[in-house]
């Protein structure tokens, strides 16, 4: 399959309810409203397609752009792609999701997070955060930067409440990454989450509601769970 070939079937199966439930959680058009199962479907049929994937981002088409997430080979990501990718991506969606997992499953996931938390533009410093949640859930411990995550985690309190709405959803969802995949660091994570207390975070017209990290670790505990890694940052 050709990406123009992908694009024409991502049309087709374009529903508006899902299209609109998109826009109001922040997506850009142009998008189609493509159900992520679908979605699914058709990367079965593409497999791992880095060229695939990249040419498929580049359309600019919401739907395509997240499909290329899921179809990337991180190994094959350069650096210049995946900063390409985040200046792209104009939805939080885009910088939680697509990027965030492409990026952490790459080698420059580290670099790169750190890099982007400090840059001024909402959606590329919360992409950077996202990527540091993802690459906490994947990494082994004695493969992290446990002194540069530990330093993060106690800047945190004096930063998340004043950060754009989007980055302040993005740090809120590192805290519980840490607290729950980070066991050095879960005590850490805990206390910081509650001297942070509830987030009050703009959900815009929607039913979502704003995690709070303590509740999330918790859960987590109860189930005997802490310091379990995932396989992979998609899903």
């Known amino acids: 399959m050709t990406s123009s070939d992908i694009l024409k079937q991502l049309e087709s199966l374009g529903l508006a309810s899902i299209k609109n439930v998109l826009l109001k959680h922040g997506v850009k058009e142009p998008l189609y409203g493509v159900k992520v199962e679908e979605l699914k479907k058709i990367q079965k049929v593409t497999k791992q397609n880095n060229s695939l994937a990249l040419e498929l ?5 919401y739907d395509a752009m997240y499909l290329a997430g899921l179809i990337a080979e991180p190994e094959k ?4 792609d995946l900063q390409k990718w985040v200046k792209d991506a104009n939805s939080s969606a885009l910088c939680a999701y697509t990027v965030a997992w492409v990026a952490a499953e790459s080698k420059y996931g580290m670099e790169l997070s750190q890099e982007w938390i400090e840059s001024a533009n909402e959606n590329i410093a919360s992409a950077g955060w996202s990527t540091l949640t993802s690459l906490v859930a994947i990494t082994k411990d004695e493969e992290l930067d446990i002194p540069v995550l530990k330093q993060l985690l106690t800047k945190l309190p004096k930063t998340i ?6 980055v302040k959803s993005a ?3 590192f805290i519980t990454a840490v607290g729950i995949y980070v066991k050095e660091l879960h005590e850490l994570a805990k206390q910081t989450a509650e001297k942070i207390g509830k987030l009050t975070i703009d959900v815009g017209d929607t039913a979502c509601k704003v ?6 670790i918790e859960k987590a505990e109860s189930k005997n769970s802490i310091g379990k890694k995932k396989k992979s940052a998609r899903c």
Request: proline fraction near 4%; avoid cysteine.
């Open 161 to 166: 409440h004043t950060s754009h709405n989007q």
């Open 57 to 61: 981002y580049a359309s600019g088409v």
């Open 77 to 80: 990501m350069t650096k210049k």
């Open 171 to 173: 740090m809120n969802g």
């Open 211 to 216: 995690p709070y990290a303590i509740d999330y």
